[in-house]
């Protein structure tokens, strides 16, 4: 019922920038955190941003001041807005929301996206 649709990656030049989308659709009370991983080749997958439900913020200390993460809660829209892109920024990104399906907190699960490919590169 609950799905994360993702958008905006693509190959772009270092230095250039990406605006990645992701919406959550189905059916829910709630969502409450919502984040921005990336994977690499052949590295782990790391938290790149977060934001909770209040409009509070963490950056991975790699992209702070090049990335911006927001959230349009009447969307049910997460943004990362990415500039001054580097070749090592080149991941798959994953949206992943925390989504409540009812009043309860304790009913809070999280939810990924497909993935999108962002490549820097010359």
């Known amino acids: 019922q609950v799905q994360l649709v993702e958008s905006g990656g693509g190959l772009v030049q270092p230095g250039g920038s990406l605006r990645l989308s992701c919406v959550v659709s189905g059916s829910f009370f709630s969502i409450n955190d919502m984040d921005w991983y990336r994977q690499a080749p052949g590295k782990e997958r790391e938290l790149v941003a977060a934001t909770t439900s209040g409009g509070s913020t963490k950056y991975l200390d790699s992209v702070k001041g090049r990335f911006t993460i927001s959230r349009d809660n009447a969307k049910n829209t997460v943004y990362l807005e990415m500039n001054s892109l580097k070749p090592e920024d080149t991941a798959v990104y994953y949206c992943?929301?925390?989504?409540?399906?009812?009043?309860?907190?304790?009913?809070?699960?999280?939810?990924w996206g497909q993935g999108t490919q962002v490549t820097v590169s010359s």
């Open positions: 992943n929301a925390a989504v409540q399906s009812g009043m309860s907190k304790w009913s809070s699960r999280d939810y």
